[in-house]
């Protein structure tokens, strides 16, 4: 079974400071999706970015950059220019390629941003 | 923008008591989920739904659970008899397709909470 690892329950940054959150996983399969999600207070679930593991580009969605380490199995976000809008708990996730496509979640990083 | 909707926001309820959690996907997905988040606790896994079947369940899925698409439209989650540990942020996702390009992207409803006393 796959599983998702966030070693940081919360980080802190000051606005217009570049944070980066880790996240590791496992797995046997050499084809599957990565996903960061952010939880603010609303709990609402909302896509940041994701990577499919067969582009060794890393995918970039504006302030957003992940860095996407296959064969170390890391998956990181980066944000730049950090906003108070961005404070919020950031979920790593992991999918299959396959046809069990459910989502596995990391713990969470509770991102602070300083004013 | 089309979005999935789920109804009631919050639902309280005894222990003991059946629950109907109610999801209204995106009208051309093809793919259900039911996740759920205990406060403060990773988001998990529940069941997964395509074309009028359970595809794939987690553990956390037995007997007291059920989901159904009763209209087409609906995708419903339901607790038979609900335990205190129930209590939880109950989310429903849906996505279009398994191709590559759909990116399996899964959009997520709102949450229902759940407080079971």
Redesign the interface.
């Given at each position: 079974a796959q599983t998702v690892t966030q070693s940081q329950p919360e980080m802190s940054v000051q606005e217009a400071e570049t944070v980066t959150l880790s996240c590791t996983y496992d797995t046997s399969e050499s084809d599957y999706?990565l996903f960061w999600?952010k939880q603010p207070p609303?709990?609402?679930?909302?896509?940041v970015i994701?990577q499919?593991a067969y582009k060794q580009q890393n995918a970039t969605e504006n302030r957003f950059s992940v860095n996407f380490q296959k064969a170390a199995k890391s998956f990181s976000l980066k944000i730049s220019d950090s906003q108070l809008g961005d404070a919020a708990m950031y979920?790593c996730?992991y999918?299959s390629?396959g046809?069990?496509?459910?989502?596995?979640?990391?713990?969470?990083t509770q991102l602070t941003v300083l004013p | 923008e089309p979005e999935v909707t789920q109804t009631p926001s919050h639902q309280v309820t005894q222990m003991g008591q059946e629950v109907i959690l109610r999801c209204v996907p995106i009208s051309n997905h093809l793919y259900f989920y039911w996740y759920r988040q205990i406060l403060g606790q990773k988001v998990e896994f529940l069941v997964s739904f395509y074309n009028n079947e359970i595809s794939e369940k987690s553990e956390i899925f037995d007997d007291q659970f059920s989901v159904e698409r009763p209209d087409g439209s609906n995708f419903t989650l339901k607790i038979r008899s609900t335990k205190l540990e129930d209590s939880a942020m109950y989310f429903c996702a849906s996505s279009n397709s398994p191709s590559r390009l759909a990116h399996n992207e899964q959009f997520f409803g709102p949450g229902t909470r759940l407080t079971v006393l």
């Open positions: 999706y999600y609303s709990r609402q679930m909302i896509l994701r499919e979920f996730a999918s390629s046809s069990a496509r459910q989502l596995t979640f990391g713990s969470g | -």
